[in-house]
């Protein structure tokens, strides 16, 4: 494959056909660990290291993969790397482990991952599959970092710890949102993301469910 | 009786598993979009939970657990590292199970269904119930309320937001709103609205 096409696997998934806003895959995650930038930036490259590994690996034995048996194959392909991950997250960084509690768990039921293997790396060579998951997981990522990030900062006045916007009760000036740390905003953020996303590619802009009225009458 | 079902509101009200622990989040945005479907989605997680969960809390009791294999002379093995996978084996296998029966004897109920089983498998909340259980040390009971009631928090939550979508389609949207972003927005509201459940239910 030209360098080329390779390029254009890596760049397409990061704005153009991000996994999150346009495809709808690995949501679930994305939003519940989002409270801080490391929890966040944490879970984005454990979720990139399961994807690019468990693309190389089913793409390599892609012939040899009944199609009956497919998805349990790759489930248990993804859940052992899950596993190596999850081990290692507990005895380098047990505290952010704790706090990632089930989620890192959770990428084995991650629709991201299963849909790259399932629609790519199933019908493509290695090197390929695993640029294309590079991509998707570098545009999964770049989402969490952005909600991780704001809901950090307006949460806490921090970013990665660091304190930007001095809090009242340490004598700063800034009254923090308590209810950027709550669940409810995580979902907010998302969409008005999704909302600017596609202000601007308007092309990503779902059709209307029906026509309203009075353009059926002036058709009529 | 009263501690069961005051865990079975909990994780039905309290811990709303799409909305207050954003699991299952791909199915319910994805399958929110007409009422008949989300109905037929929250019978079949409800139906799978309340079997899955407290069919690992034996098998994890009974084999994965810290020294759990006491009964079979090997008191100092830990197999609690292979949970992932015998949880999500015993998913696949109870939902391909429940197909199969479901095929056999109602195949009405199984028209119904369609694609919704096989996708279960790969569903975030149905492992996330095991995987809790085995963070909060549920017993048998326990899990079979917990199960139980986290299938039934996702089937209300799932079931509102669709009627919800339905009275939108004739909504003039901006759009880039139309679709996704206004489901996320409106995710957000009932989650709002769930949050105000957590008084309910004392510790």
Request: with cysteine.
């Amino acid at each position: 494959m030209a360098a080329g096409n390779l390029w254009h696997t890596l760049t397409e998934p990061l704005v153009d056909k991000n996994p999150i806003t346009l495809q709808i895959l690995g949501i679930c995650s994305a939003l519940a660990v989002t409270t801080s930038l490391d929890t966040a930036l944490t879970m984005a490259i454990s979720l990139t290291v399961v994807l690019v590994l468990s693309a190389l690996v089913v793409s390599l034995i892609r012939k040899h993969i009944p199609g009956t048996i497919r998805l349990i194959v790759q489930i248990v392909i993804v859940a052992s790397l899950v596993i190596v991950i999850d081990q290692f997250l507990q005895a380098f960084f047990f505290d952010i482990s704790r706090r990632l509690s089930v989620f890192v768990s959770l990428i084995t039921t991650n629709c991201l991952v299963l849909g790259r293997t399932e629609s790519f790396s199933r019908n493509n060579p290695p090197f390929p599959s695993m640029v294309d998951a590079l991509g998707n997981g570098l545009g999964y990522s770049l989402i969490l970092c952005i909600i991780g990030s704001l809901r950090e900062l307006f949460g806490n006045g921090s970013i990665l710890g660091f304190q930007i916007l001095r809090t009242v009760d340490q004598g700063g000036w800034y009254v923090p949102m308590n209810l950027m740390l709550l669940a409810p905003s995580a979902f907010f953020l998302l969409g008005g993301l999704v909302w600017a996303i596609r202000s601007i590619r308007t092309d990503q802009a779902e059709a209307p469910e029906y026509a309203p009225p009075e353009t059926a009458e002036r058709a009529g | 009786m009263s501690e069961f079902f005051s865990l079975f509101i909990k994780a039905a009200l309290v811990e709303n598993m799409p909305l207050t622990l954003f699991l299952g989040l791909c199915t319910f945005l994805a399958l929110s979009r007409r009422p008949g479907t989300a109905v037929g989605l929250g019978i079949a997680v409800t139906a799978v939970m309340a079997v899955t969960v407290p069919l690992n809390q034996l098998l994890y009791n009974a084999i994965l657990a810290p020294g759990a294999l006491r009964w079979a002379g090997f008191p100092d093995i830990d197999l609690s590292y292979l949970s992932l996978i015998v949880f999500i084996g015993v998913i696949a296998a109870t939902v391909q199970l429940i197909e199969m029966l479901l095929d056999r004897f109602f195949p009405a109920i199984y028209a119904a269904f369609g694609v919704f089983l096989p996708l279960l498998t790969v569903q975030c909340a149905i492992l996330a119930g095991s995987l809790f259980m085995v963070e909060r040390r549920f017993d048998f009971t326990d899990s079979i309320a917990y199960g139980m009631g986290s299938g039934a928090g996702f089937a209300v939550a799932v079931i509102m937001l669709s009627a919800i979508r339905t009275r939108l389609a004739y909504a003039d949207l901006p759009a880039g709103l139309r679709g996704l972003g206004i489901t996320f927005i409106l995710a957000g509201m009932m989650s709002l609205g769930f949050s105000s459940f957590a008084q309910m239910v004392t510790q």
